[in-house]
């Protein structure tokens, strides 16, 4: 249940706080993938920040010393079963849900970059629009639910190369596009998607 877990000075309550932040729901093909990292206030990781707004070198970088030097973290993702079965904005929720449940000590509260939260948490919810910008413990969360679905869209590459996934990881580019076009989807794709399914229609 969402409450308003923050402070008069603006800082959330005392426990254990977990940034929760996803990765990958505008992709046409992949799972999406979600994380949820408690810093160690003790442990401050300088240079957090929205991982669109990083380089990908940056971000392997932070993703090592977010690993190494958090309280907890951990990474979950949904498949593209899922997506298609649920639709993609639920399929985010169960993957952050995951995650949340991964985290080992638990956390007392979860602060959700975005609008939504998932359902059941067995602890304090609040979400933040644009927290990945502004909460560095979601900003951490976004770094490593980007840096996973680029190495595993970095792995369907290697098995599905005429799709180029190493250059889009999946997004809608004109590349990708014109490789639907050719090929036709693959497993891997998200039929649940318009481009995905018109041409499933097609086919």
Not at 56 to 71: C, H, Q, V
Not at 77 to 87: K, M, S, T, Y
Not at 109 to 116: F, W
Not at 136 to 150: F, G, N, P, Q, W
Request: charged share 25%; hydrophobic share 40%.
């Amino acid at each position: 249940m969402e409450q308003d877990i923050f402070r008069q000075d603006g800082h959330p309550q005392a426990g254990r706080v977990a940034g929760v932040d996803e990765a990958g729901r505008g992709p046409l093909a992949g799972p999406v993938f979600a994380a949820a990292v408690i810093l160690d206030p003790a442990r401050p990781i300088r240079g957090l920040a929205d991982s669109k707004k990083l380089t990908a070198k940056r971000r392997e970088a932070l993703d090592a010393e977010i690993r190494a030097g958090s309280l907890a973290w951990a990474i979950a993702h949904a498949e593209v079963e899922e997506i298609d079965r649920l639709n993609i904005l639920q399929a985010s929720l169960l993957a952050m849900r995951r995650a949340i449940e991964a985290l080992h000590p638990e956390p007392d509260c979860a602060l959700i970059d975005g609008n939504r939260s998932p359902d059941g948490l067995h602890c304090q919810v609040q979400t933040i629009v644009g927290g990945d910008a502004r909460i560095e413990a979601i900003s951490a969360a976004s770094i490593l639910a980007k840096v996973a679905r680029d190495a595993e869209m970095l792995s369907l590459h290697d098995r599905y190369p005429q799709y180029d996934f190493a250059r889009h990881k999946g997004y809608p580019t004109a590349l990708h596009l014109a490789a639907l076009e050719r090929h036709g989807p693959s497993v891997c794709h998200r039929q649940s998607f318009a481009p995905v399914r018109r041409l499933l229609r097609e086919g």
